[in-house]
C-alpha cells in the first residue's frame, strides 16, 4: 500500500522558517517528481512547488520563488521543502504529491498526473 506522509508544519512567526517533510511507503519517490501544493481557507489548491528528479527540471511558483527551495535525500525516501521569510500569506494546509510527469509543465490539465497524495500538514503564519 502507497503512502506519502507530510510532517513539519506547524505555528510560526512572520519572517519565519519551516521545512516540510514529504515521505513515502510502498514506493520510491526517486522515480518520480513530487508536486507541493497548498490550499489556504476558502481557496483552490494550487501547487507552488516541483521537486524534479532531478534538479533542472524543479520549478517553483511566482508567490514562492526565492523563499521555497526543494530538495531530496533518496536514502530516506523523502522530499523536503524548505520555506523562508514566511509571511501570513502562506497560511494554508500544505500536500505533497507524486507526479508521474516529473514536474514538467504543461498547458492543458493531464488526467491522473498526480496519483497519490498525502494527507497534508497545517501551516499558520501568525504573530
Known amino acids: 500500500q502507497v503512502q506519502l506522509v507530510e510532517s513539519g508544519g506547524g505555528l510560526v512567526q512572520p519572517g519565519g522558517s519551516l521545512r516540510l517533510s514529504c515521505t513515502a511507503s510502498?514506493?520510491?519517490?526517486?522515480?518520480?517528481?513530487i508536486g507541493w501544493f497548498r490550499q489556504a481557507p476558502g481557496k483552490e489548491r494550487e501547487e507552488i512547488s516541483c521537486?524534479?528528479?532531478?534538479?533542472?527540471?524543479?520549478w517553483h511558483r511566482d508567490s514562492v520563488r526565492g523563499r521555497f527551495l526543494v530538495s531530496r535525500d533518496n536514502d530516506r525516501n523523502t522530499v523536503f521543502l524548505q520555506m523562508t521569510n514566511l509571511g501570513p500569506e502562506d497560511t494554508a494546509v500544505y500536500f505533497c504529491?507524486?507526479?508521474?510527469?516529473?514536474?514538467?509543465?504543461?498547458?492543458?490539465?493531464?488526467?491522473?498526473?498526480?496519483?497519490?497524495w498525502g494527507q497534508g500538514t497545517q501551516v499558520t503564519v501568525s504573530s
Open positions: 521537486a524534479g528528479r532531478i534538479d533542472r527540471m524543479s
Open positions: 504529491a507524486t507526479d508521474r510527469l516529473g514536474c514538467v509543465v504543461m498547458t492543458s490539465t493531464v488526467p491522473d498526473r498526480y496519483e497519490y
Open positions: 510502498g514506493l520510491t519517490l526517486e522515480g518520480y517528481g
